[in-house]
């Protein structure tokens, strides 16, 4: 029973140290996980995961980063965003030690919190990355306080065509109660806006679903159909009108 209850003990000092050493710099969410769909057919975009750090002690951090990629498809490319600029991967780090530029280290008072974004350029390719962030304070440049963790899986969609666009209704036109949209695989979302050109409503789109604009007031709306990364396909106009007697 004595050596249980001090196996207990041991590890509740262990874990808390853990814990307080980890709880110097949060990272959240850690990790970050995230599976997209993207539109890989223009090479010029890219993809933004952020996670947030939060300073816990009572002295300022002076933050230095380094990334480390782990696994990559051989075209991607990456930049890293912190609250002072973006580096692309060509800077390994916001802090030089060799003398060179940069050296902008991301200064964190007692209680701060800061974004650290990596941006993903597929450049035409699916895939999936492993990438990691080290993050140390200049006070103790060896001293590890946490790492920002990242896995990330783009998946290709399929190119929206001309033809595919011109299928796509929006009915019945005019709307009394329920709008719905013809059977597509692309469309996420549908936003409609009044004629001023302010959101009103924001759906969800699922096969056979209806979307419910009954309590709208009567007059022409635009109802634009959105793509998974929140591209407008196609906009239409449609006519509001309640239930006369």
Not at 20 to 27: G, K, P, T
Not at 185 to 204: C, M
Request: proline share 5%; with cysteine.
């Amino acid at each position: 029973m004595k050596q249980a209850v001090l196996i207990f003990f041991t590890c509740l000092i262990i874990c808390s140290q853990h814990l307080l050493a980890q709880s110097e710099l949060d990272v959240s969410p850690s990790p970050l996980e995230a599976t997209v769909d993207f539109d890989l057919s223009n090479t010029y975009e890219d993809l933004t995961f952020r996670v947030r750090l939060k300073n816990n002690t009572r002295q300022a951090i002076n933050l230095r980063w380094e990334i480390i990629v782990d696994e990559t498809p051989e075209q991607w490319r990456f930049s890293v965003c912190d609250q002072n600029t973006c580096y692309f991967t060509t800077n390994t780090t916001n802090v030089d030690f060799r003398d060179r530029i940069p050296y902008a280290p991301v200064i964190m008072l007692p209680g701060d919190t800061a974004k650290l974004e990596l941006n993903v350029f597929p450049i035409g390719q699916a895939g999936t990355a492993n990438v990691h962030i080290n993050l140390y304070d200049l006070a103790d440049p060896k001293k590890l306080l946490n790492t920002a963790y990242y896995f990330v899986n783009i998946d290709g969609l399929t190119p929206i065509t001309e033809a595919d666009k011109g299928r796509l209704r929006i009915y019945p036109n005019p709307v009394t109660e329920y709008l719905t949209i013809t059977r597509n695989t692309f469309v996420k979302q549908l936003w409609v806006s009044n004629i001023l050109g302010k959101r009103v409503r924001t759906f969800d789109t699922a096969f056979g679903n209806k979307y419910d604009v009954a309590d709208l007031p009567d007059g022409i709306y635009l109802v634009s159909m959105v793509d998974a990364n929140r591209r407008v396909v196609k906009t239409v106009r449609i006519s509001k009108r309640s239930i006369r007697p």
